[in-house]
């Protein structure tokens, strides 16, 4: 690719070779629930507290991008603090439960299926222990309030525990490459997030490197990713790089309506020595209740084999090229950061709080606008993030844009 300009924005020429490389990847991920918009922003982050602005060497944002790229950090430990605000009323625990009967059509229904639980990370405050050691080995544990759930790929083997319940989830894989897919199921670490985010720099984005911080005592670049369209809700993505391995240690997005981010995800702890082997080990507590895997995916985000690092398969699975196997295919409208994913669920529209009744009307109501147009009707969910418009007659439109960008998508539809 072309070298950045001075002010290390993208020009006209340099998108060009930028969008050849990372165009295929979507921006974010089609909720098949509306309890999906949520979860699908997991892989988007408040601005960063800087404790420090250490003096470091000039780099352009080309080559903190390629650093990016090129780091492969196979060992590894740390704490990372993940914080989502998207705006959602308080549930009470409601969006776990929905989270879960969403996935259970799919997965086997065990509070252990790391499907159904890493969905958690879409709301609230939570602190989620790493290890990593090679390709092979990898450990996340979410601390819960006196519980645990913890996540092992270990070889073959991918177990999942929840303490609360003491349930277990059990998948094995043909290799090592499927088990890893199976564990991977929700970006949780900001490579992950950084990665995805860079996945959707284009000729629409403006690209920079502006300072410099210290997160978990390492010395970063400040990488600052901006859509140039005005009519995205994302207002900017701030990466803090590691200035010596190249991985993202905090992750920033902040909504273009201003506030709190949206989410921040961060290391509050680092080490880069080689975990105890002992760390991957899992030994079924007694009376636990064991949920073998059956051969399903779970709708597993697929990564290259590397800790944290999402692979080039992870955009089968999103709005993009081949989407003709989603439900009633899947397509984008337009481009740049105001693109439109839609599809059609063949069925009739979400059903109004009335219709639905109980805790989940509730729910409903406190999201949804309707809407009318030439379309017919609808009604708009809302988070700070990701809006949906999900039409009377079943179809589907959802992005990071405002509410008439999805109307007039729905007129011109």
């Known amino acids: 690719m072309a ?229 995205s809700t994302v207002g900017q993505i701030t990466v803090a790089v590691d200035a010596k391995t190249g991985l993202p240690l905090k992750f920033t997005l902040t909504p273009a309506s201003g506030g709190a981010a949206v989410i921040d995800a961060g290391f509050t702890q680092i080490s880069f020595a080689r975990p105890a082997a002992s760390t991957f080990d899992f030994k079924t507590p007694k009376g636990a209740k064991v949920t073998e895997d059956k051969g399903h995916e779970n709708g597993s985000l697929k990564g290259d084999g590397r800790h944290g690092a999402p692979g080039k398969d992870l955009g089968k699975g999103m709005p993009g090229k081949n989407l003709g196997k989603g439900p009633g295919g899947m397509n984008v409208i337009g481009q740049g950061w105001d693109s439109i994913a839609t599809f059609d669920t063949g069925g009739k529209g979400v059903p109004s709080g009335s219709e639905a009744g109980g805790q989940f009307g509730g729910f409903l109501d406190s999201l949804g606008d309707k809407v009318t147009g030439k379309f017919g009707s609808g009604t708009v969910f809302k988070t700070r993030l990701i809006n949906a418009l999900v039409t009377d007659d079943g179809k589907v439109y959802v992005g990071a844009v405002d509410k008439d960008a999805l109307v007039k998508a729905a007129n011109a539809g």
């Not at 650093?67 to 969006?95: F, N, R």
């Not at 950084?194 to 670049?221: F, I, N, P």
């Open 3 to 231: 070298p950045y300009e001075s002010d290390d924005s993208t020009s006209a020429g340099e998108s060009d070779d930028l969008r050849a490389g990372r165009r295929k990847a979507a921006r974010y991920v089609v909720p098949v629930a509306v309890v999906g918009v949520a979860a699908a922003t997991i892989g988007l982050v408040p601005a960063l507290a800087d404790s420090g602005d250490p003096n470091l060497p000039k780099i352009s944002a080309q080559q903190l991008i390629e650093k990016i790229a090129k780091s492969d950090v196979q060992q590894m430990s740390g704490t990372v603090k993940i914080s989502t605000d998207l705006g959602l009323p308080d549930l009470g625990g409601l969006e776990s439960s929905l989270a879960s009967g969403a996935t259970r059509g799919s997965g086997d229904g065990s509070s252990a299926d790391p499907s159904a639980k890493l969905t958690e990370l879409a709301t609230g405050t939570h602190t989620v222990r790493v290890a990593a050691d090679g390709p092979d080995r990898q450990k996340l544990s979410l601390l819960e309030n006196a519980a645990e759930y913890s996540l092992i790929h270990n070889g073959k083997d991918v177990w999942g525990y929840d303490s609360r319940s003491n349930s277990v989830y059990h998948s094995t894989g043909h290799d090592s490459a499927d088990a890893r897919k199976k564990q991977e199921q929700a970006p949780a670490t900001p490579d992950q997030l950084a990665k995805e985010a860079l996945k959707a720099v284009d000729g629409t984005t403006s690209v920079s490197v502006q300072g410099t911080a210290q997160v978990a005592g390492r010395d970063a670049y400040r990488l600052v990713i901006k859509p140039k369209d005005t009519g």
